[in-house]
């Protein structure tokens, strides 16, 4: 290689295994493309960035220029023995991003149409790549260590996650930048690299635990990373193991009874207790090797069960219910919850030993609010999170956000936060906001709950912080009172105090 190309080249190896959701991908792209690359609005990749984004575009066009110059010179014997194991290296990773790049268009017609559905023509995919494999690597020397199939399949993971990630965790702010990656790490871990030869079938140990109040997502993150899990491609019958829409398995601990709760995890057998008129699986048998089961809500599980849950995560086996056979759970675990587990643990109310079989892959979901407070433009961030949620109300999914009518909802529902909720700090977080945008289209109107708590709790936070004396509040409470009655008399009764009173506060 030449001294441009091996940088190009080596800046290729970089940006390929760059979590593409921070904004150090951006950054490797700037590296990569030198004067040619130009600055974008969105500090990563969001939904307020598009798929066809002109650094990617102009890096693939370089990829496919340098590849076809550098092949004649490792494709003879005697050139590919010449070149140093570091140029060879550089080399096998620029074709494994130009194969990435032509395999996610085989693929992405079909998760623009059926987001979960396995390609229909995967043995026609498979073809082409594996074309592209040997064109590219025409030298056993030159070959990754990995089958071409287990690249194949590793290339259809990276898409799925990709897929999930950029289209159901929506936002620009920096806490939802930080999730989408977090997201990622957490199937793919920091280090893609290692991922691909070593820890792509040994995830499923490690549970999740996702975090943070109702409403902000929770389940979707726990999709993401149920549905984009490793499937192997099995040439011989030109199909992966798994179809990826059976993976996922989600389970309500909090709208169940303790006793269902056990039944529906862990199955039961017949007659073990009243109404168990057959043998049933549980969500934990159900579960295959490469399927992830979804516990929401887990800080409502019950103590005992908590026991049994901690004995599946210790050694993978549980029982079901009247049943002493020893069986295994193959799958994953994730759980969420909107409790404060620490502070579960400090009442009692959740097992330390539970807790910290569940942390080693944490991940936190930002409030609304949140998001809001830390996005450089909140308004733009709210109208692109109205502008998703009405084009899935009117528009009947994504491929219609541009419709007329998801336009004109969105304008009708941020005219009206604008003239009665600013500054609305949405405590039902994204949820909250659906329901608002349901709300204004049928009758133009969003009345948000108030609780008698929630007053009262913003009253004591205003009295706390503002600074007044006790004297310097009554006076002001009088006067605000003696404006609406407009009498001593009226105000002394109100305020219970002598009229006497009441005039020295006003005067």
């Not at 290729?12 to 760059?18: D, G, K, M, N, V």
């Not at 025409?138 to 897929?163: G, K, N, V």
């Not at 290692?194 to 997502?217: E, M, N, V």
């Not at 990373?225 to 601990?253: C, E, H, M, T, W």
Request: with cysteine.
């Amino acid at each position: 290689m030449t001294p441009s190309q091996r940088r190009f080249a080596a800046a290729i190896s970089h940006l390929t295994y760059t979590n593409p959701f921070l904004p150090e991908r951006i950054e490797a792209e700037r590296e990569a493309l030198g004067p040619d690359f130009s600055q974008e609005s969105s500090p990563a990749w969001s939904r307020t960035s598009t798929l066809e984004r002109p650094n990617v575009l102009r890096l693939e066009t370089k990829i496919e220029s340098l590849a076809a110059d550098l092949l004649p010179l490792f494709a003879g014997k005697r050139n590919e023995k010449s070149a140093s194991s570091k140029d060879r290296h550089l080399y096998a990773d620029l074709i494994l991003y130009l194969l990435y790049y032509r395999t996610w268009k085989l693929f992405d017609p079909h998760f623009r149409t059926a987001p979960a559905e396995l390609p229909a023509h995967i043995g026609a995919a498979y073809k082409q790549f594996l074309a592209d494999y040997h064109h590219f690597f025409p030298m056993s020397e030159l070959m990754p260590p990995e089958t071409p199939e287990h690249l194949f399949s590793c290339f259809f993971q990276i898409r799925r996650a990709f897929y999930f990630i950029f289209q159901e965790i929506i936002g620009s702010s920096k806490p939802i930048v930080a999730l989408r990656a977090a997201v990622w790490q957490s199937i793919f871990t920091c280090d893609l690299a290692a991922y691909r030869t070593t820890f792509f079938d040994k995830l499923h140990d490690i549970p999740t635990l996702i975090t943070g109040p109702s409403g902000t997502g929770k389940e979707l993150v726990a999709r993401a990373i149920a549905l984009s899990r490793y499937i192997p491609f099995v040439p011989q019958k030109q199909a992966f193991l798994d179809d990826a829409r059976g993976l996922f398995f989600p389970l309500n601990l909090s709208a169940l009874a303790p006793t269902l709760i056990e039944s529906e995890l862990f199955g039961h057998r017949k007659g073990a207790f009243t109404g168990a008129l057959e043998d049933r699986p549980g969500y934990l048998e159900l579960c295959p090797a490469r399927g992830s089961v979804f516990l929401d809500e887990i800080g409502e599980l019950d103590p005992v069960i908590q026991v049994k849950l901690l004995r599946v995560l210790q050694s993978r086996t549980y029982q079901r219910i009247g049943d002493s056979a020893a069986r295994t759970f193959p799958g994953k675990l994730i759980a969420a919850t909107n409790r404060d587990l620490p502070t579960e643990m400090r009442h009692l109310k959740f097992r330390p030993d539970l807790y910290y079989r569940l942390c080693a892959d944490l991940i936190a979901t930002p409030s609304l609010a949140e998001q809001l407070a830390e996005s450089h433009d909140p308004e733009a961030e709210l109208t692109s999170m109205v502008h998703f949620i009405a084009a899935k109300v009117v528009g009947g999914g994504i491929g219609d956000e541009e419709s007329p009518a998801a336009e004109s909802l969105t304008q009708t529902t941020m005219t009206f936060i604008r003239e009665h909720l600013e500054g609305y700090e949405w405590p039902g977080n994204f949820r909250e906001l659906e329901q608002c945008v349901r709300n204004i289209l049928i009758r133009k109107h969003y009345q948000p709950a108030k609780t008698q708590e929630t007053e009262r709790d913003s009253l004591e936070g205003t009295l706390v912080e503002c600074g007044l004396s006790a004297q310097e509040l009554l006076r002001r409470y009088a006067r605000v009172v003696y404006k609406r009655n407009g009498s001593y008399l009226k105000t002394a009764r109100h305020l219970k105090v002598d009229r006497r009173t009441v005039k020295s506060y006003v005067s």
